[in-house]
């Protein structure tokens, strides 16, 4: 009968021993997760949607060699329409204020703005030069307050 309750209270106390290193282990887990989101200072939404966009319309790198000065016409519709700018290597090419704009675009990457809205917006190709492999006719992008890139290309 000794024998058992001493085996009894040994299984009690490494019980309780592992339940104080599992409780310290998750106190630690949970200063280093409160560490990291401190490091960051960014709003939680803000990151989501920069990660979003680089992971639905990543930036392609186009070699210097494939990159030409060719112009092509390109028309943007907004629904609803909102100050949308569309940028093309720093330069502003036009907005998207009256819901449709006709611009010129060249090879490579344009960026729609939308940082500052609050309201969704989608921004669809509705005509392009027939040359033109991307965008395609009809393709939609849906902006929230952030930026989109768009490639353009023969």
Known sequence: MRRRKSLLEWMWNTVQRAEGKIIRVMVLASVIL????????KDPLEFYMSVAAKVEAP???????????????????????APIRVLQNGKVLGTLNNGEQ???????QIQLDGRGLSQIIQVQVINKDTQLVEPRNNYTLVIQGNVQNLTVRP
């Open 102 to 108: 006709t611009m010129t675009v060249e090879t490579g």
């Open 34 to 41: 409160v560490l990291m989101q401190l490091g960051s200072l």
């Open 59 to 81: 930036p392609l790198e186009l070699p210097a060699l494939a990159q030409s000065n060719q112009t092509w016409q390109l028309t943007l519709k907004a629904t609803p329409a």
